[in-house]
């Protein structure tokens, strides 16, 4: 059995300025994102230059921050938000939401698109590749707060939060690996070559929506919420269903149609 390592939720304290490590995945997370949109932007017909990168993570980091935050509350903790509504600007303490940041990044990216001229899913298309190492980062930045702890577990890797409780799943690595690093390599192989408008959006959509679920059956429920039914069922997988039954969706009306996205 392992035990938690126990590590410093505050990355280096300058006095009057904390720096947590959850916001430096954060900054990883865009950085992350602009260096590989930068790549992108290289590609011949690219959809942006490598001047107008900048301004796209930017909208974007106002969409995940914005919307993942509002996402949290809302689907997971707004009783206890609105008993201490200050606590809503907490964002170093965790208690940010995926699917928010997404309806978040959504809709930072409409309006991008607007300023832009481009089209909804041509942008989407564009950044799908661009987000999963940051949401691992995210994940890291989980297991390093010592939060969303996964069931208990007998195997050999199961870690103990603190010493003397039971050892458990360690499911912020598990997501680290399956919805960063393995949907970061599915994306990035498969959007090397152009593919029908919408294909990549829908294939982000399809292996997010089945990783987050899959992770879900090992993940500890929030403990005001529990299992929704079955004695399985999470908040998580279902939100999760309607991406993976949208990411079908898109994936045969883009090769449908056959508009090509680079």
Same mark, same amino acid.
């Given at each position: 059995?392992?035990?938690?390592?126990?590590?410093?939720?505050?990355?280096?304290?300058?006095?009057?300025?904390?720096?947590?490590?959850?916001?430096?995945?954060?900054?990883?997370?865009?950085?992350?994102?602009?260096?590989?949109?930068?790549?992108?932007?290289?590609?011949?017909?690219?959809?942006?230059?490598?001047?107008?990168?900048?301004?796209?993570?930017?909208?974007g980091a106002i969409g995940v921050v914005v919307g993942g935050r509002? #996402?949290?509350?809302?689907?997971?903790?707004?009783?206890? /938000?609105?008993?201490?509504?200050?606590?809503?600007?907490?964002?170093?303490?965790?208690?940010?939401?995926?699917?928010? #940041?997404?309806?978040?990044?959504?809709?930072?990216?409409?309006?991008?698109?607007?300023?832009?001229?481009?089209?909804?899913?041509?942008?989407?298309?564009?950044?799908?590749?661009?987000?999963?190492?940051?949401?691992?980062?995210?994940?890291?930045?989980?297991?390093?707060?010592?939060?969303?702890?996964?069931?208990?577990?007998?195997?050999?890797?199961?870690?103990?939060?603190?010493?003397?409780?039971?050892? /458990?799943?360690?499911?912020?690595?598990?997501?680290?690996?399956?919805?960063?690093?393995?949907?970061?390599?599915?994306?990035?192989?498969?959007?090397?070559?152009?593919?029908?408008?919408?294909?990549?959006?829908?294939m982000f959509l399809l292996f997010y929506g089945i990783f987050r679920?899959?992770?879900?059956?090992? /993940?500890?429920?929030?403990?005001?919420?529990?299992?929704?039914?079955?004695?399985?069922?999470?908040?998580?997988?279902?939100?999760?269903?309607?991406?993976?039954?949208?990411?079908?969706?898109?994936?045969?009306?883009?090769?449908?149609?056959?508009?090509?996205?680079?």
């Amino acid at each position: 059995m392992l035990i938690h390592p126990n590590i410093d939720p505050v990355a280096l304290d300058l006095g009057l300025v904390k720096i947590h490590w959850y916001g430096l995945m954060y900054l990883i997370a865009f950085a992350s994102a602009w260096w590989l949109g930068s790549i992108r932007a290289k590609k011949p017909g690219a959809l942006f230059n490598t001047e107008q990168i900048g301004d796209l993570i930017f909208y974007g980091a106002i969409g995940v921050v914005v919307g993942g935050r509002l #996402g949290y509350i809302l689907f997971y903790d707004l009783a206890n /938000r609105l008993d201490d509504p200050i606590s809503i600007f907490y964002v170093w303490q965790g208690g940010m939401s995926f699917h928010g #940041g997404l309806i978040g990044v959504l809709v930072a990216m409409w309006f991008f698109g607007r300023k832009h001229g481009k089209t909804f899913f041509q942008i989407t298309d564009f950044i799908a590749p661009l987000v999963p190492l940051g949401l691992g980062a995210g994940r890291i930045g989980n297991f390093i707060n010592g939060e969303l702890w996964g069931r208990v577990s007998d195997l050999p890797w199961a870690m103990a939060p603190r010493p003397g409780m039971m050892p /458990r799943h360690p499911s912020q690595l598990y997501e680290a690996l399956l919805e960063g690093l393995a949907l970061f390599v599915i994306l990035w192989l498969y959007s090397r070559k152009p593919r029908p408008t919408m294909a990549v959006s829908g294939m982000f959509l399809l292996f997010y929506g089945i990783f987050r679920s899959i992770v879900e059956f090992f /993940r500890t429920p929030d403990n005001h919420i529990g299992f929704l039914a079955f004695d399985w069922l999470t908040m998580g997988q279902l939100l999760s269903a309607p991406m993976i039954l949208g990411g079908i969706g898109l994936l045969i009306w883009a090769y449908k149609k056959q508009t090509i996205t680079l």
